[in-house]
C-alpha cells in the first residue's frame, strides 16, 4: 500500500467516526474534544495526501523516463549474451574476441578491454533454479552453478551520482557559482552588468584492481560453464562493491578517490541519543524550499547501527502499541530512510548519515565518471605452475557533487 492509499484509507475512517459522533442526539465533552482532535487530524491529512500524490506522480513519471529505448534493449540483449570468460580466454590466446563480446565492445565503444557495463548484475542473464552443469566426460559429477558471495546492493544510484563515460583525457565540469541579477527598475533606470562565475573541477583517472589466480586443473573440473559463474557472479561483485564503497567513503588521499562523504561538511557531534524527534526533526530539516519542498522530497541513507536504533525507537518510551517506529514513520511519510554496509562504522558513539534532496528532476546534481572499460593484464606469470593470473583495472574519477545544496551531512549518536 502506497502513502497516498494509506492516507485516504485513514481519512475514510476519520470521516465516519466524525459522522457518527455528528449524528449522535447529544455530544458529551469527551466526544466535542475527540471530534476537535478527529478534525484537526482531517485537515493535516488532506495536506499528507496532495503531497503524497504529487510524490507519487513523480515517481510514476521518473520510471517512464527511464523505460529503455531500442537502443538500450539492444545493448541489454547484448550484455546478456556476452560472457566474461569470453574475454578472459581471448586474452590468454592473445587473440580478439568475436561474436555478442565484440559487438557489445564495439557498442560501448571500450576499445580492446571488457565494456564496464557487462560488470552490471542487472544485465539479463539466462539463470533458472534447477539448472545443472553438465559434467566434464572425465568427472563424475554433476554441478550445481556455484553461489556467489554477498555483498551490499549498490548505493550510489540512490544518492543521484551519476557515471559518465570518459574516452580519453582528465574530465572537468563546471558549475554556475554566481548568478546574473534582475530587480524591478523605474523608467529610465539602467541595468547593472553582473558577470556570471563559474567554478570548473577537474577531475584525473583513479585505479581500482581486483586479481584472481585460476588453476587450469579447476577450470578442467568444475567445467566451463561453472568457470564463467566464478567470474561473472564472484569478481564482479568484487569490484562493483569496491567501486561503490570507494565512491561513499574515498578520502581523495592518493591512490584513493574521494568519495561522497569526503565532499560534505561534517557537522557537530550531536551530545544526546537519538530519539523520536530527533529522527523526524532530520528529516523536516532538509525541506528548504528549493530542492526540498515536501517531507517526500527527503531521503537520508544511514548506517546499520543508526537505522537498528530507529527501528526500535517509538513516540512513547513507556510502550509502542499501536505506534509507528521512527523508521516505519520516515518510510512512510518522507522520501526514503534505509541502510546500507558501506557507511561508516559509529565513531565514538556516532554515525555519519547522508541526506539527499533529491525534489528537482533532470538536474545532474553529484557525479562520478569512469573510462568505460576494464583492462586485463598480467595473465602469463604462474604459467610455470598451471595457473592464470588476471588482474583487472578500471579507472574512476573523483564524486564531484555538482549542487551541494541538495545534499547535507547528518550525524546521529546511537548509543
Known amino acids: ?81 556476452a560472457s566474461l570468460a569470453a574475454y578472459l580466454q581471448a586474452a590468454l590466446a592473445g587473440r580478439a574476441v568475436n561474436g555478442a563480446e565484440a559487438e557489445l565492445q564495439a557498442a560501448a565503444g571500450a576499445g580492446a578491454g571488457i565494456p564496464l557495463e557487462l560488470w552490471d ?5 539466462e539463470k533458472r533454479a534447477d ?62 552588468a553582473t558577470a556570471a562565475a563559474f567554478t570548473p573541477t577537474t577531475v584525473t583517472p583513479k585505479r581500482i584492481s581486483a586479481r584472481m589466480a585460476v588453476a587450469i586443473e579447476d577450470v578442467a573440473s568444475v567445467g566451463v560453464g561453472n568457470f564463467e559463474s566464478i ?16 565512491a561513499i567513503n574515498g578520502d581523495g588521499q592518493a591512490p584513493n578517490l574521494k568519495g561522497m562523504l569526503a565532499s560534505l561538511t561534517d557537522p557537530d557531534d550531536p551530545t544526546a541519543v537519538a530519539d523520536f524527534d530527533a529522527f523526524a526533526a532530520t528529516h523536516a530539516g532538509g525541506i528548504d524550499g528549493l530542492w526540498a519542498s515536501t517531507l517526500a522530497d527527503v531521503g537520508i541513507v544511514v548506517g546499520p547501527a543508526t537505522y ?43 554515525q555519519q548519515a547522508i541526506l539527499y534532496r533529491k525534489g528537482r528532476t ?15 593484464d598480467d595473465i602469463y606469470s604462474g604459467s610455470a605452475a598451471g595457473q592464470r593470473f588476471f588482474t583487472l583495472h578500471v579507472l574512476l574519477g573523483d564524486v564531484v557533487v555538482t549542487q551541494p545544496d541538495a545534499y547535507a551531512q547528518v550525524a546521529y549518536k546511537v548509543a
Not at 551490499?152 to 541579477?181: D, F, H
Not at 567470474?231 to 570507494?246: G, P, W, Y
Not at 525507537?313 to 546500507?340: R, V
Open 1 to 81: 500500500m502506497t502513502p497516498a492509499q494509506r492516507l485516504q484509507v485513514e481519512h475514510s475512517e476519520k470521516r465516519q467516526k466524525i459522522n457518527e459522533l455528528l449524528a449522535a442526539d447529544e455530544i458529551t465533552d469527551e466526544q466535542r474534544t475527540e471530534l476537535a482532535a478527529l478534525t484537526g487530524r482531517m485537515q493535516q491529512i488532506e495536506v499528507e495526501l496532495r503531497a503524497a500524490i504529487v510524490a507519487e506522480a513523480d515517481d510514476e513519471k521518473r520510471a517512464l523516463e527511464t523505460e529503455p529505448d531500442a537502443e538500450m534493449r539492444e545493448r541489454l540483449e547484448l550484455r546478456g549474451k
Open 121 to 125: 548484475t542487472a544485465a539479463p542473464t
Open 131 to 192: 539448472a545443472v552443469t553438465g559434467a566434464p566426460g572425465t568427472v563424475g559429477v554433476n554441478l550445481a552453478p556455484l553461489l556467489p558471495a554477498v555483498f551490499a546492493p549498490s548505493i550510489a544510484p540512490r544518492l543521484g551520482i551519476e557515471m559518465p563515460r570518459v574516452e580519453s583525457g582528465s574530465y572537468a565540469t563546471a558549475t554556475l557559482t554566481t548568478n546574473l541579477t534582475a530587480a524591478a527598475k523605474s523608467k529610465g533606470g539602467a541595468a547593472e
Open 231 to 246: 567470474l561473472r557472479e564472484n569478481l564482479s561483485l568484487v569490484l562493483s562493491d569496491a567501486l561503490d564503497d570507494a
Open 308 to 350: 537498528a536504533l530507529s527501528a526500535r525507537t517509538f513516540q512513547s518510551a513507556a510502550s509502542y502499541k499501536g505506534e509507528l517506529s521512527a523508521a516505519a514513520y520516515a518510510m512512510s511519510a518522507t522520501g526514503g530512510f534505509w541502510t546500507n554496509k558501506r557507511m561508516p562504522l559509529p565513531a565514538s558513539d556516532v
Open 362 to 376: 533532470g538536474m545532474r546534481t553529484a557525479v562520478c565518471p569512469h573510462w568505460n572499460s576494464i583492462s586485463i
